[in-house]
């Protein structure tokens, strides 16, 4: 598995190179996408106007397919009937089947009870017949010899034409080159309507001459009516109108020798007489093609240049930004080279996280000189006082090495008890600060002041005068080091006190408060904090033995904060000193 780039520069470079290109590709495969649908559709909209004009033309309604005014820009048209056969078409598809079949006329079939009306126009009777294989199919001008008159008109099924029973499928008509042809006719959308805009109307209906919309061929006749027939048939429009409705679809078609896709409108008319056709009129997509081919071309030539912007930009930036966190990582370098935990990092002005990084920094290195300054002076410290009972201890035995009878065994033992207190107070100290958990235990402070109190009744030299308030007084820890609390306060109280040690335990909110004062000289709100700490003693000139080694306070406010309270000193100065130790209450 390849190993991701080891600078944050190079990684943010690179993310940031990947997903711009991920949006661009988005961005592009969109624009093509509506670009495409845009151009598709404006051929398409170009396409359907090229087929409602050649379709409403007078001369496709008048059926002079031969006539018809297709354009020659490009655009292809057809005229297709509803049997398929081509009717009329452009240059480019003359000759050519139909090049479309997907919205086929209705089948010109004349339904029971329709009716046709051969009488021709003015225009109608100038036109000439078309010839036998011509692309177009025209109605023609009468016979004078009279066979077949052009003028009459199919029956009904009905019989409202005078002709009982009888259905007139075809009007014959003897055009001049001699050829028989058949003007078959189409229900008007079974609107019972059989005759054209040039004649009479009909209701469809024997015997009613209201022309109701409704009467006329039944659509579900077998001959068909207003129903679609055929493959993909619609209805055919009402006669000498354009449907309203078009078809599109963009087809492959080989014009010219050139094979690409058209996008193809299809519209459906009806002659005067009745005959229904499709003009299908293609617009080619070849310039739209090369349009889209030329705005992807484009984006591809640019992706590549912008991502290398985007990437050089993104380094640049990312490296200005970062410069202030290489000046803190080599600062840092510097100061574990050197083992100077006074120096600090530099802190930007930008008022950012990176700032603020430096700033809990420079917290952490002021936090951790003075974690060392305090242990280098507590060692040291440690070594005072533990150099002056082993010196006194080496002295005596010296002594009573070479005198016998002058040895001090009264002084040896105080010695020893010293050290022995001196060494179990530096290992309690080491403990607490190793964040030794206390013990999860309910202890009673009114049941462990009782005992205490009882316990250096035969040594104390003032007797602690106890008061206990509220009830329950628990809390939760270890009994033995909350019994050293006690005791570490008590002992302060019995050396301090002029005549007068009190103890007592009360309920305050959620809270126990241990209470043990005196009535000796106190502590000036100077020295308030200054007395927690380790080895100092507030009045340097008495003597050690006298004052101790200056851990007991220190040793108490550690075990108090361990088990989640706070050990605070109070009084008036000169009337007293008074320590209150506050627990978290168990119920």
């Avoid at 009937?81 to 009329?88: C, F, H, N, Q, T």
């Avoid at 299809?266 to 705005?295: C, H, M």
């Avoid at 007797?463 to 909350?482: C, D, H, M, N, Y």
Wanted: with cysteine; charged share 25%; proline share 5%.
């Amino acid at each position: 598995m390849p190993r991701p780039p080891a600078s944050v520069r190079a990684r943010a470079a690179l993310a940031a190179t990947v997903v711009v290109c991920l949006a661009l590709v988005v961005a592009g495969f969109g624009v093509v996408t509506v670009l495409r649908h845009n151009l598709t559709g404006r051929a398409g909209l170009e396409a359907e106007v090229t087929a409602r004009t050649v379709a409403g033309s007078q001369d496709a309604l008048n059926g002079r397919f031969d006539r018809l005014d297709l354009p020659e820009d490009g655009r292809v048209v057809q005229v297709v009937d509803s049997a398929g056969r081509v009717l009329g078409a452009g240059a480019a598809l003359a000759g050519r089947a139909p090049v479309a079949d997907y919205a086929p006329a209705a089948d010109s079939t004349v339904a029971p009870g329709s009716t046709v009306s051969s009488t021709p126009t003015a225009a109608e009777s100038a036109v000439p017949s078309p010839s036998r294989s011509g692309a177009a199919f025209a109605p023609s001008s009468p016979s004078a010899s009279g066979t077949a008159d052009a003028t009459g008109t199919a029956a009904h099924a009905n019989g409202r034409t005078g002709a009982p029973g009888g259905v007139l499928a075809a009007v014959h008509v003897l055009v001049p080159d001699g050829i028989a042809r058949t003007a078959v006719p189409v229900d008007d959308h079974g609107r019972g309507r059989g005759s054209d805009d040039h004649g009479g109307s009909d209701d469809g209906k024997s015997g009613d001459p209201t022309g109701d919309d409704h009467g006329g061929g039944d659509d579900h006749s077998g001959n068909g009516g207003g129903e679609d027939s055929g493959k993909g048939a619609t209805s055919s429009p009402p006669r000498g109108k354009v449907g309203t409705d078009v078809q599109r679809r963009t087809i492959r078609a080989t014009v010219a020798g050139r094979t690409h896709d058209y996008s193809f409108a299809a519209v459906q008319g009806t002659t005067y007489d009745g005959r229904t056709y499709t003009v299908y009129a293609g617009i080619s997509l070849e310039e739209e093609q090369a349009t889209l081919d030329q705005v992807t071309k484009s984006l591809l030539t640019g992706l590549p240049f912008l991502l290398a912007v985007v990437a050089t930009v993104t380094w640049l930036v990312t490296r200005r930004a970062l410069r202030p966190v290489e000046g803190i990582r080599a600062e840092m370098a510097e100061i574990t080279g050197s083992g100077d935990l006074s120096r600090r990092v530099p802190e930007p002005r930008s008022g950012d996280e990176i700032a603020r990084l430096a700033r809990t920094t420079n917290q952490t290195l002021a936090a951790l000189e003075g974690s060392i300054e305090r242990q280098h002076r507590f060692i040291a410290d440690a070594s005072h006082e533990l150099r002056s009972p082993i010196a006194n201890l080496r002295t005596q035995l010296e002594v009573a090495e070479a005198h016998p009878e002058l040895l001090d065994t009264h002084g040896l033992v105080q010695d020893v008890v010293r050290l022995q207190h001196l060494a179990i107070d530096l290992l309690l100290l080491a403990r607490l600060d190793a964040g030794e958990s206390p013990a999860d235990a309910r202890v009673d402070l009114a049941d462990l002041v009782l005992e205490e109190v009882a316990a250096r009744a035969a040594t104390d030299r003032f007797p602690p005068a106890v008061a206990l308030e509220g009830e329950p007084l628990a809390v939760t820890g270890s009994r033995t080091q909350l019994a050293r609390v006690l005791a570490n306060l008590l002992d302060n109280a019995q050396r301090h006190a002029a005549g007068a040690v009190e103890v007592s335990v009360a309920v305050e909110g959620d809270d126990v408060v241990l209470t043990v004062g005196d009535d000796g000289p106190g502590v000036a709100p100077e020295d308030r904090e200054r007395v927690f700490e380790r080895f100092v003693r507030l009045d340097e000139a008495r003597s050690r033995d006298a004052g101790g080694a200056g851990l007991g306070l220190a040793i108490a406010r550690d075990v108090v904060l361990l088990h989640g309270g706070s050990l605070t000193v109070g009084g008036d100065p000169g009337r007293g000193a008074v320590f209150r130790a506050r627990l978290p209450r168990v119920t």
